[in-house]
């Protein structure tokens, strides 16, 4: 697991404040978890879709010359009834290949308009161009083998075999991208790769830490009672509360060393509760480690 280890920080600080602000009750995990990841998705289908457009790049001129070649085959054959049902194969081939050539088109279009506001519409696109890319494969895969009973139409079976098998490459790498991390160990979609795998890393990284937070909090309550002057835990500030029970448990339980743990926990101060927070924190994180 190479997830950013700042960012389970972020987001297990977010579960935390959430759980604390929710009087310590379980949260609708899914719910959160749909609000957490929130851009991190957006920007995962857009990485997809910039992907796939990619991958697709040549899909225009191959679907030329497809229309070419099946003109050409149903042109020379069209008198020929025992060749009736390499016709109707070719067709719905060819047929499949321009839905997905439309399909490619739209989601073209999807990612370059501007008042889309969110994935739902790209999702359902990207989701269109890869299904029809597999269902094209297959249909090639079945359609290839029976060229080899029409000898008669050598020519213009093999002039569209070599298009049928250019446009192959491409649709298996458009029909892969719908699990971008089948392509890992390609440097071409790396950045897609390792996104799809942030995604699938960060739940129950998060969730791993934040449990093990949460069950130490027992331990931490008195602790932190005695480290506070003059003030009781339950006038802390619930981002405090929550950036110093993260801090303790990694102080404590991870064995981090104590310049690490006082960095990390300044940090999400700065960003999460405010330059004021910051000396506070670093001071009850200098108490805890000095005990």
Not at 52 to 64: M, N, P, Q, V, Y
Not at 186 to 208: C, F, I, M, S, W
Not at 213 to 240: K, Q
Request: proline share 3%; aromatic share 6%; charged share 25%.
């Amino acid at each position: 697991m190479n997830i950013s280890r700042s960012k389970v920080r972020q987001t297990a600080l977010c579960y935390l404040y959430a759980y604390l602000s929710n009087a310590s009750q379980p949260l609708e995990s899914d719910l959160f978890w749909t609000m957490a990841q929130e851009k991190e998705r957006d920007h995962y289908r857009k990485a997809q879709a910039k992907a796939l457009l990619h991958a697709g790049r040549a899909a225009a001129d191959s679907a030329r010359l497809l229309v070419e070649r099946v003109a050409a085959l149903e042109n020379y054959a069209h008198a020929d009834m025992t060749a009736a049902g390499l016709r109707e194969e070719v067709e719905r081939y060819a047929n499949q290949s321009a839905a997905f050539d439309a399909a490619l088109k739209a989601l073209q279009y999807c990612l370059g308009d501007k008042l889309r506001d969110s994935t739902d519409q790209l999702t359902l696109c990207i989701g269109d161009v890869v299904r029809l890319a597999a269902v094209v494969v297959a249909l090639g895969r079945e359609l290839l083998p029976r060229f080899a009973d029409f000898p008669m139409y050598r020519q213009q079976l093999d002039s569209l075999t070599a298009v049928m098998n250019r446009r192959a490459r491409m649709l298996q790498v458009c029909a892969s991208l719908a699990e971008p991390l089948q392509l890992a160990g390609n440097k071409e979609y790396a950045g897609l790769v390792r996104l799809a795998q942030d995604l699938q890393d960060l739940r129950p990284a998060v969730e791993t830490l934040v449990r093990n937070v949460i069950a130490h909090i027992p331990l931490f309550e008195p602790r932190l009672e005695g480290l506070l002057t003059n003030y009781s835990t339950d006038r802390l500030d619930v981002v405090d509360k929550a950036i110093i029970y993260l801090a303790l448990y990694e102080l404590e339980e991870s064995r981090l060393e104590v310049p690490i743990v006082v960095s990390e926990a300044n940090a999400l101060a700065d960003v999460y509760s405010g330059s004021k927070s910051a000396p506070f924190i670093h001071g009850v994180i200098a108490a805890a480690a000095n005990k």
